[in-house]
């Protein structure tokens, strides 16, 4: 009874054994995330006015996405105290008990000097200094200091998850454009928006972890009026690379409709304020908010890869 008692008093960074299987490995790099991450750095690779040899662009591209994963694996490891109080992440390898802290670290160490380095050489050094920043943001800027002493932690934090095009644009090029910093500007405004209607219905969860999310510091109603600020200016945002000149009237066109129906599902969030319904509108938009970087980021990379197909046709010798 006593050996009962003792083990259920035991904690996920009290296992010196490791029970993890490569699944458990792969949910520490937080796949879902690594994805978005490798989508909007291609964007930035094939906005590029050069064009790539595929196989350091696929080269680049893999780097990058171990740097998010990398990421995401130092993330868990730091947070692991707040993942256990929380329902949506006590799942996770470390507060589930299958990784340790120190296995988490020292895997995340790893790989983030692996991907640097890899990025360096296989691009240029540009490119793996900024990835190199991406990872210090994510983790010692949010993760260690802004998610749990601000509000705007989502806010400021989020640059993090925008640098991806940048990052993709100087794999290809060796420089930083206004055309990436276009696409960090979306990603960045995005955000906000995104992150707190999750925030609306999760806020007790975010309160039992001690997380100073914007419904818990400054309360829903406010939270609703900034989600809906953010859509506002993201709107006539999302245009950018058309006007610009790097995406065409069809990227123009849908980036005003999906604008549009942004500011919808705001609106709805910031009009209905209480019972069961307003839930169901923060959550609808946390999925269209999902929709909307994805339709755009892929309109960009759709068309650039038609592009480069039919230039291909155009050269080959029949």
């Known amino acids: ?90 799942k996770r390898p470390i507060p589930a008990g299958k990784i340790s802290e120190g296995d988490a ?47 705007q932690n989502i806010v400021i934090g989020g640059a993090a998850g925008a640098f991806p095009p940048i990052v993709g644009y100087a794999a290809a090029t060796g420089e930083i454009s206004l055309a990436s910093l276009a696409l ?18 999760k806020a007790d969860e975010y309160g039992r972890a001690g997380i100073p999310m914007l419904p818990n510091v400054k309360g829903a109603n406010r939270t609703r009026l900034e989600i809906l600020l953010y859509a506002i200016v993201l709107a006539p945002l999302g245009l950018s690379p058309w006007l610009l000149g790097f995406a065409s009237l069809a990227y123009g066109l849908l980036a005003t409709v999906l604008g549009a129906l942004m500011l919808l599902f705001a609106a709805r969030v910031y009009f209905v304020r209480t019972g069961e319904r307003a839930d169901r509108c923060a959550k609808s938009l946390f999925g269209f908010s999902i929709l909307y970087l994805f339709l755009l980021f892929a309109e960009i990379v759709g068309e650039r890869l038609l592009a480069f197909s039919q230039r291909l046709t155009i050269n080959l010798p029949w």
């Open 1 to 90: 009874m006593s050996f009962i008692s003792g083990s259920s008093e035991r904690t996920a960074s009290d296992l010196t054994v490791s029970i993890a299987s490569p699944s458990d490995y792969l949910a520490l790099l937080k796949p879902r995330v690594m994805s978005l991450v490798v989508f909007t750095a291609l964007a930035g690779v094939l906005i590029a006015p050069t064009h790539v040899h595929p196989v350091i662009g696929f080269a680049s591209l893999l780097a990058i996405a171990v740097g998010a994963g990398a990421s995401g694996a130092l993330n868990m490891w730091y947070d692991a105290d707040i993942d256990v109080l929380m329902k949506r992440t006590r």
């Open 105 to 151: 670290l020292g895997f995340g160490a790893t790989l983030a000097v692996l991907s640097v380095m890899t990025l360096g050489i296989v691009a240029n050094w540009l490119a793996a200094a900024l990835l190199a920043f991406t990872i210090f943001f994510y983790v010692v800027i949010y993760t260690m200091w802004l998610k749990r002493s601000t509000p």
């Open 184 to 201: 960090f500007a979306i990603i960045f405004v995005w955000t906000p928006p995104h992150f707190w209607s999750l925030a609306l219905v």
